[in-house]
């Protein structure tokens, strides 16, 4: 007998202090004295966005003005499957109280690790502290360029960065020119406050001692188990690699190519419908990649992504 789905609805409300609501489980609930992000379960028949204004009018005595799909997550709990839709709301009318008599509290994403949530939260917890645009760089002919486009895009507002620098390239370069890319990118991206990805040959490692890893697919595949990082991305184009990257434990994924490029013409892009599919078969945030730009982001959110990722669309603006 198979174990019982529990559709539910859950919002991530973000107030002006850019603070996320929590609450308490009541002792005596399944999960019980654990935080939670407020929701509940749909009626039948019900759509998800109406569970949610409903449920946030009952629990919370507050109405949605905006909001938009954060993360999908499918956890199997001993005696039933929680699948949670949750929802980021960043707009809302009303005084935030407990209803309902739960305990209630404002938390900074970046403190919400050092509360106790149910295993299902956890990916959302992930999806929060993650931008919606994910920078990859691109080509550049001298330090001073580099160190002008990566220095633009974070003054348009780029939080998360991957220096992707390949083995072809390097083997056109001096080592120390290499060596000077890197720790100008790592000391730009240390003054913003902005999370720098390492993609590069491991021979480099020596420079820098990585903290934060993207593996492309290939390297995906050396790994039985989670490398030694504060945290971990992976590239994958199937659902097996992206099945392979969430055993390993990553913090999120790339999906590519989600529509047609001009660098890879002969490979046949996923469409946002099988984009989306293949999405919800992890519990882990996953940005589009391949022939997008700033405009798709919403178009990945409706498809469950957590936004874009692109060279040439945020390398080249």
């Known amino acids: 007998m198979s174990a019982e789905v529990i559709h539910v609805a859950a919002a991530a409300i973000i107030n002006n202090n850019n603070e996320v609501l929590i609450s308490q489980r009541a002792p005596d609930a399944h999960q019980g004295g654990l935080w939670e992000f407020p929701g509940g379960k749909l009626e039948s028949g019900e759509s998800v966005q109406h569970a949610l204004l409903r449920e946030l009018g009952e629990e919370l005595g507050i109405q949605a003005n905006s909001c938009r799909p954060l993360i999908k997550v499918t956890h199997q709990y001993s005696d039933k499957t929680v699948l949670l839709d949750v929802w980021k709301v960043d707009d809302y009318t009303g005084q ?5 008599g739960q305990a209630i509290r404002w938390l ?9 949530f149910p295993a299902a939260d956890v990916p959302v917890i992930k999806a929060l502290k993650l931008p919606e645009h994910y920078l990859i760089t691109g080509k550049f002919d001298s330090v001073e360029e580099f160190e002008q486009r990566l220095g ?12 992707r620098l390949t083995n072809d390239w390097l083997q056109t370069v001096d080592k120390k020119y290499a060596a000077e890319i890197i720790k100008l990118a790592s000391n730009l991206c240390e003054q913003s406050r902005v999370r720098l990805m390492f993609n590069m040959p491991d021979e480099l490692n020596h420079i820098i001692r990585p903290s934060c890893l993207h593996l492309n697919s290939r390297k995906l595949q050396q790994y039985s188990e989670r490398p030694d990082c504060d945290f971990l991305s992976v ?9 392979e990257a969430q055993k390993l434990g990553v913090d999120f994924m790339v999906l590519s190519p989600v529509q047609a490029t001009a660098t890879h013409p ?18 882990v945030p996953v940005y ?11 178009k990945a959110w409706l498809a469950g992504g957590q936004g874009v990722s692109a060279i040439g669309a945020l390398w080249n603006s």
């Open 96 to 100: 935030v109280v407990g209803k309902e």
């Open 108 to 116: 900074a994403v970046d403190q919400l690790n050092y509360v106790e």
């Open 152 to 163: 633009a895009a974070i003054d348009r507002g780029i939080r998360l960065a991957q220096l």
């Open 235 to 243: 590239s994958c184009h199937d659902t097996q690699e992206m099945i």
């Open 266 to 283: 002969e490979i046949t892009p996923l469409g946002w419908g099988r984009f989306a599919e293949m999405v919800d078969a992890v519990n």
């Open 288 to 298: 589009a990649l391949g022939g997008v730009s700033r405009e798709d982001t919403e």
